[in-house]
């Protein structure tokens, strides 16, 4: 098991960028697949953004892809989602995610995901 803490997020402009953190504890971090799934108020939880056990393969959202970023520090127990350009839409609850299957299928449509964080605020600003 994983435990999940994700940190970074906040009150931003439009235009702008944040950083967010996701911070792992349990099990070595580099047997899980990563992901960002985010959740606006009255909808459901989408994909983001997954990311391989050592980081060569990355997916994105059409929404994000270009202006959002994911890594990891397998070192460091790190998932990070850097993003740029930020709009309104952007605003949501951010949860990071682990998969001991595949990072593909942390997408859509399987969403296969064993492990949630607690989710972290992006609040973007017109």
């Known amino acids: 098991q994983v435990q999940l803490v994700e940190s970074g997020g906040g009150l931003v402009q439009a235009g702008g960028s944040l950083r967010l953190s996701c911070a792992a504890s349990?099990?070595?971090?580099?047997?899980?697949?990563m992901g960002w799934f985010r959740q606006a108020p009255g909808k459901e939880r989408e994909f983001v953004a997954a990311i391989t056990r050592f980081g060569v393969i990355t997916y994105y959202a059409d929404s994000v892809k270009g202006r959002f970023t994911i890594s990891r520090d397998n070192a460091k127990g790190t998932l990070y989602l850097q993003m740029n350009s930020l709009k309104p839409e952007d605003t949501a609850v951010y949860y990071c995610?682990?998969?001991?299957?595949?990072?593909?299928?942390?997408?859509?449509?399987?969403?296969?995901?064993?492990?949630w964080g607690q989710g972290t605020q992006v609040t973007v600003s017109s």
């Open positions: 995610a682990a998969s001991s299957r595949t990072a593909q299928s942390m997408g859509p449509p399987r969403y296969e995901v064993d492990f």
């Open positions: 349990g099990r070595t971090f580099s047997m899980y697949h």
